[in-house]
């Protein structure tokens, strides 16, 4: 039997995937403001965006929404950005700690969060969004889960 040789195409980093990562933090500080119709510039609409929860939006607007009645006021420290070439797409994670104030004004910081993107053609067309804000509420409320 002779033997199989598989290899994977490799993609190299570009400048296209250099911009991605740029368009995602501009997203993402637009967003923090927050500034979702500065935000929604970066974006492809409709935007996929799935939200903790498995909550599905298709603009910035939504989230920032769904942000004000989770949060008194979230920010991101962000801590790096990874990025993965593709063809014709660029995946960018960004990832860190969210701080902020919970409704009730207790303030929270160290919370973790992964953002992930799909950038193509220079713009946003999904969003992955996942933390530890539920973990966090939990433990608040005297639940070990």
Known sequence: MPAITLKADVIAPSDETAAAAEIV????????VPDP????????EPLKLTFTGGRKFSHPRESTAFNAKRYKWVKKAMERSDVVPGRGETIV????????????????????YVD???????????MDVWNDSAERLLTRNGIEA
């Open 93 to 112: 994670y960004n990832v860190g700690m969210l701080y902020g104030e919970w409704p009730d004004g207790s303030p929270f910081e160290g919370n973790r």
């Open 25 to 32: 933090e501009k997203f993402l500080v637009a967003s923090m």
């Open 37 to 44: 119709e500065t935000a929604a510039r970066y974006i492809a």
């Open 116 to 126: 992930r993107f799909v950038v193509r053609g220079g713009k946003i067309v999904q």
